[in-house]
């Protein structure tokens, strides 16, 4: 059974920067999961913040966080990280990882095995 265990969440001044990082846990994830990151700010509904395929190249972005947010891969170790930087109070949400079998996770379709979350407060 494959589990998704997040890490690295915190609060973080405006401006400052981030590392999420998400850990594979009961299967290889090379070319096997496209993976993603989602978040979920209270009274919203999740959204997509970026995704990565299989092979690692050309990962996508939601529009807020281009430019800011770098999502990757190290398949050797099974672990997916999301580097945050130039935080914006409205990243404040709680971080999902996400992997889809065989494909890469979208907006409106994402993978069916998720992580317990981590919270992300941008505060001053």
């Known amino acids: 059974q494959v589990q998704l265990v997040e890490s690295g969440g915190g609060p973080v001044q405006p401006g400052g920067s981030l590392r999420l990082s998400c850990k594979v846990v009961?299967?290889?994830?090379?070319?096997?999961?496209?993976m993603g990151w989602y978040r979920q700010a209270p009274g919203n509904q999740r959204e997509l913040v970026a995704s990565?395929?299989?092979?690692?190249?050309?990962?996508n972005y939601a529009d807020s966080v281009k430019g800011r947010f770098t999502i990757s891969r190290d398949n050797a170790k099974n672990t997916i990280d999301l580097q945050m930087s130039s935080a914006k109070p409205e990243d404040t949400a709680t971080y999902f990882c996400?992997?889809?079998?065989?494909?890469?996770?979208?907006?409106?379709?994402?993978?069916?095995?998720w992580g317990q979350g981590t919270q992300v407060t941008v505060s001053s």
């Open positions: 996400n992997a889809a079998y065989l494909r890469v996770p979208t907006a409106d379709n994402p993978g069916g095995i």
């Open positions: 009961g299967d290889d994830i090379y070319s096997t999961y496209g």
């Open positions: 990565i395929p299989r092979s690692g190249f050309i990962p």
